[in-house]
């Protein structure tokens, strides 16, 4: 079992902020994301894999509204 880690590096900061408050909808998101960021897809994933691996993210998944 993974334990939560507490150091996160800027990209990793700033991965999980979009991937919270705007994760797009779009064929290719992560490339999206890699744009917004400054960076590109592949980067964008390996922080991805890393904040799952360090147990900071457990899933990444749509919350819809039914109000």
Not at 7 to 35: C, H, K, N, S, W
């Amino acid at each position: 079992m993974s334990h939560t880690r507490t150091t996160l590096t800027d990209l990793e900061r700033r991965v999980l902020d979009e991937i919270q408050t705007r994760f797009p909808i779009d064929p290719e998101p992560y490339a999206v994301l890699g744009e917004r960021l400054g960076t590109n897809a592949e980067q964008v994933l390996e922080s991805v894999a890393r904040l799952r691996e360090g147990g900071v993210v457990r899933r990444i998944g749509a919350i819809f509204d039914s109000h």
